[in-house]
Each structure stands twice: as C-alpha cells, then as structure tokens.
C-alpha cells in the first residue's frame, strides 16, 4: 500500500490562495507519478493536475491552467498544490493521488480527500 494523507483544506474567498498538501510514506514516493483529483457535491470526480516521478512534467486540467501549480519535494516526500484566484467552481474534495504511470484518468492510490470551500 501506498498511504497519502492530504491537508492544507479550509473556507476561503473566491479570489483567495490556498496550498494543499499531500504526505507520504517515502519508502517509494520518487517512484510515482502523482496528481490531484476533486469531486464537488454532486457531481463525479474529475482530474485537476498531475506531476512526472522527477517532477520534469506537469499537466493541467484546462479549468485550473494558469491558476494551479503543483510541485513535488522527493525529500519529504510531499507533494503540493498551489490554488490561486480560487472561484467558487473550485469548491470540492480534493483528493491526492499516486500512481505508476502518467496519466488523468483514474490512479493506483488515492488519500481520504481535503474539503476546499470557496464563499462568494
């Protein structure tokens, strides 16, 4: 098993920045690709970003380009990522997600999810 514990969720402003993380064991965290995944109420889970195991690739889902950054530190063993501008449309459980090869689909292992709440 792979464990992810997701953290950094919260109530924000639309227009406010907010940074989630995601933690690991470490034992073969370089190994995987790794993204992040959300799921609003009500709807299903759709793909918002994912990172290359060197961190060399990054791929975004079109609704979050030029807002969203994610990152990865190999070294503690996290991954990041960086919400600017944060809309109301943003609001969902945000799940962290590893996985052996790239992709924006689904994932091999997923955390519980942190709650991202955006107020107009």
């Known amino acids: 098993q792979v464990p992810l514990v997701e953290s950094g969720g919260g109530l924000v402003q639309a227009g406010d920045s907010l940074r989630l993380s995601c933690a690991t064991s470490?034992?073969?965290?370089?190994?995987?690709?790794m993204g992040w995944f959300r799921q609003a109420s009500g709807k299903e889970r759709e793909f918002v970003a994912v990172?290359?195991?060197?961190?060399?690739?990054?791929y975004y889902a079109d609704s979050v380009k030029g807002r969203f950054t994610i990152s990865r530190d190999n070294a503690k063993n996290t991954v990041y990522l960086q919400m600017h501008s944060l809309k109301p449309e943003d609001a969902a459980v945000y799940y962290c997600?590893?996985?052996?090869?790239?992709?924006?689909?689904?994932?091999?292992?997923w955390g519980q999810g942190t709650q991202v709440t955006v107020s107009s």
């Open positions: 997600a590893a996985s052996r090869v790239m992709q924006t689909v689904t994932s091999d292992y």
């Open positions: 990172i290359s195991w060197s961190g060399g690739r990054t």
């Open positions: 470490g034992r073969t965290f370089s190994s995987y690709n």
